[in-house]
């Protein structure tokens, strides 16, 4: 069974994934509402995938992303970054894709819960890079 971390401050969101993804009845599950807590997590929990937030107060998701790629244990996990900096038309385009071939993926918040599952079923497909 896969292992992913969900990691956003925004617990309502969190719960909206958790129930999604527990709904496949295909991962093990893992919710964070900060970065600094996400890091010890993902030490533990040793996640095949981190759904991250970009922007959180404190430790943004750009820092966390950057912390796991320096541990050894951490650093060849797949995150898919969610945020509202993007559109979901952007998703698709060129930098998603090369983006997508780093390890890290993107999707657009508002979270649509059936695309999520399936962005990361195809995340959870692509071998770490």
């Known amino acids: 069974m896969k292992r992913i971390l969900i990691v956003d401050d925004d617990v309502r969101l969190l719960d909206i994934i958790r ?9 093990e599950l893992m919710t964070e509402d900060s970065g600094r807590r996400a890091l010890t997590a993902a030490a533990t929990f040793k996640p095949d995938l981190v ?10 998701g750009g820092e966390v992303a950057s912390a796991l790629r320096k541990h050894p244990s951490t650093r060849n996990v797949r995150i898919l970054f969610l945020t509202s900096l993007i559109t979901s038309k952007e998703q698709y385009s060129q930098r ?8 890290n993926d993107y999707l657009a918040k508002p979270v649509d819960p059936q695309e999520l599952c399936r962005r990361v079923a195809e995340c959870l497909l692509q071998q770490p890079t």
Do not use: Q
């Open 96 to 103: 998603r894709r090369e983006a997508h071939n780093s390890g």
């Open 19 to 27: 129930k999604a993804l527990e709904a496949t009845g295909e991962y």
């Open 51 to 60: 759904i991250l937030d970009v922007m959180m107060p404190g430790m943004d």
